[in-house]
């Protein structure tokens, strides 16, 4: 059982900056790959980004490619996201999922099979 828990979301302007962190329980950290994902009301939980669990490949929606960043720290069992030229369309839950390690295909969230209950980014001015 791994546990995860979001922090670090908020109200920001349109192009700064936030960085979400993902803190996960247990001693099995870096057997899982680890994903983020967001969702508004109304629509589907959307890739956001991914990163393997030795941290070797990381995979970006097309949409915040060159804006995002995800990594991760085994030591610490947590994973981040680095978001900067913040845009109203970022706007959504951000939750943070883990996959076993020989997950392939990252980008569905079919794969995940543990989720954080999410934090809130609302880009607005």
């Known amino acids: 059982q791994v546990q995860l828990v979001e922090s670090g979301g908020g109200l920001v302007q349109p192009g700064g900056s936030l960085r979400l962190s993902c803190a996960a329980s247990?001693?099995?950290?870096?057997?899982?790959?680890m994903g983020w994902f967001r969702q508004v009301p109304g629509k589907e939980r959307e890739f956001v980004a991914a990163i393997t669990w030795n941290g070797n490949s990381a995979y970006y929606h097309d949409s915040v490619k060159g804006r995002f960043t995800i990594s991760r720290d085994n030591a610490k069992n947590t994973v981040s996201l680095q978001m900067r030229l913040l845009k109203p369309e970022d706007t959504a839950e951000y939750s943070c999922?883990?996959?076993?390690?020989?997950?392939?295909?990252?980008?569905?969230?079919?794969?995940?099979?543990?989720w954080g209950q999410g934090t809130q980014v609302t880009v607005s001015s």
């Open positions: 247990g001693r099995t950290f870096s057997s899982y790959a």
């Open positions: 999922a883990a996959a076993l390690a020989g997950s392939r295909y990252l980008e569905f969230r079919e794969q995940y099979i543990y």
